[in-house]
């Protein structure tokens, strides 16, 4: 028994030894795959605000586009009412530049009142 004691002991050494080891690495692999979630985390996070920010920018410009609709769909309908209208306004002495003034905003209420219904409905 005396000769295997330092043998015992040295393997019992050499066992804590590489239990000790093998749990550093474990640690290690720990704190290496948080640091790899932690930075897909950031990466996914800026991916989103940049995201966040092209819907925004896409929103604006959307509603840019609903406003100059607006705009052109108004000039039309008021340059056919003009036409439709100018000899009814003839008859009654009116300029048809007086006529097409009249009908502006009349017409622009109009064409804003169904861009919004038309908008709400899609949104439904």
């Excluded at 932690?38 to 991916?47: D, F, G, P, S, T």
């Amino acid at each position: 028994m005396r000769r295997f004691s330092p043998t015992v002991r040295t393997c019992a050494a050499a066992q804590k030894r590489l239990q000790s080891v093998s749990d550093r690495a474990a640690r290690a692999a720990d704190l290496l795959g948080t640091r790899v979630n932690v930075r897909a985390a950031e990466q996914n996070r800026a991916l989103l605000e940049k995201m966040d920010a092209r819907a925004e920018l896409q929103l604006r410009l959307q509603e840019t586009v609903e406003g100059l609709s607006v705009v052109a769909i108004s000039y039309y309908g008021v340059s056919l009412l003009t036409y439709l209208l100018a000899p009814i306004a003839y008859s009654y002495g009116w300029d048809k530049k007086y006529v097409s003034a009249a009908m502006v905003i009349p017409v622009v209420i109009g064409v804003m009142l169904m861009v919004r219904r038309i908008k709400k409905h899609v949104t439904k």
